[in-house]
């Protein structure tokens, strides 16, 4: 608590505010060039059990893992072609969910300048929940890393597999170092609700997935956003807000840059994020996030909008 620095984490997040700007980065960045910088670098000097150590050092050979260079155009598909192979080929190196959407620059942060490609890839992977039901202690942190490189590594070789058919791809990971917040374009391209507690809610997964990103300028066509009733789900639960031991998870939604959205308190999860070197209470709480309870309570919000039946949300 020493280091939480005089900026307030929602002041920086822009909360309150009701004129939109571009984000600007709270943590996980160059740590000498944010407030909460040695916060952070505390966070990274503490000990760090087995399971953690290993994530960590698999998903630096995953990034010490070149990638394949441009090549030639040898093919050439309609849009439409491209993104159903790009669907399957992401499938096939092992995500769980993909997503195309037209990068919108006002995803970058304000440090940044943005990208130039037109496009971007979402990549999903579901995380081991009974691992996960172990929250805040460190094995549910190593399976948040075990995911977050697995993701990587999707990313880094669906890259390869874009460049060989001739196009620029770029991989980026999860959380560190991000040049662009990646939570808006999974929406955008249909991988669910904003939760009450910040995170998206998928249909199929609740909370408990991670995510990682592609930029190319490969030409591929948009996805729809996803919309089932799990923001309304969201005002009418309190689940991840009573759970949330700091009390940052807020009843109501608040201006954000200028849109109004659920948003998390920074200023009290910072502190107990760092104290528990992680934490993802929220998200495993979540109803959404129980194994085979997402697709029922899809199914029961239908019926509910249509007037035939009443949610439970205990």
């Known amino acids: 608590m020493a280091l939480v620095p005089d900026a307030s984490g929602n002041d920086i997040n822009g909360v309150g505010e009701q004129e939109f700007r571009r984000p600007s980065p709270v943590y996980w ?15 990274g000097s503490q000990g760090l059990i087995d399971d953690v150590l290993d994530a960590l050092e698999r998903r630096q050979v995953i990034y010490d893992t070149p990638m394949a260079a441009v090549a030639e155009k040898q ?29 919108n620059p006002d995803w970058t942060y304000d440090r940044f300048e943005p990208p130039t490609d037109p496009w971007v890839i979402m990549i999903g992977g579901e995380q081991d929940y009974e691992k996960m039901l172990h929250v805040p202690d460190q094995i549910a942190g190593a399976e948040v890393l075990n995911l977050y490189g697995l993701v990587l590594k999707t990313a880094r070789t669906l890259c390869s597999w874009i460049r060989e058919q001739g196009y620029h791809a770029e991989p980026f990971g999860s959380p560190t170092h991000a040049t662009f917040v990646q939570i808006p374009p999974a929406l955008e391209c249909g991988f669910g609700e904003l939760g009450k507690h910040g995170s998206i809610i998928n249909r199929r997964y609740g909370s408990n997935f991670r995510l990682s990103a592609i930029l ?5 066509v948009a996805q729809k956003s996803d919309e089932f009733g799990a923001d309304d789900f969201c005002a009418n639960c309190k689940i991840c807000e009573k759970a949330c031991v700091p009390g940052a998870i807020r009843s109501n939604k608040v201006y954000v840059r200028g849109v109004e959205r659920w948003s998390v308190d920074f200023d009290k999860c910072i502190p107990y994020f760092n104290e528990h070197l992680g934490c993802s209470i929220c998200t495993t709480v979540c109803p959404w996030s129980r194994p085979g309870v997402a697709n029922n309570l899809v199914q029961k919000l239908a019926r509910k909008r249509n007037g035939q039946g009443v949610i439970n949300f205990s």
């Open 29 to 43: 960045q160059e740590p000498d060039t944010i407030a909460h910088g040695e916060m952070q670098k505390w966070f």
């Open 75 to 103: 093919v050439k598909n309609e849009p439409e072609v491209w993104a159903q192979l790009v669907k399957a080929a992401a499938l096939d190196r092992g995500a769980d969910l993909v997503g195309i959407t037209a990068f």
């Open 216 to 220: 190319t300028d490969m030409p591929l």
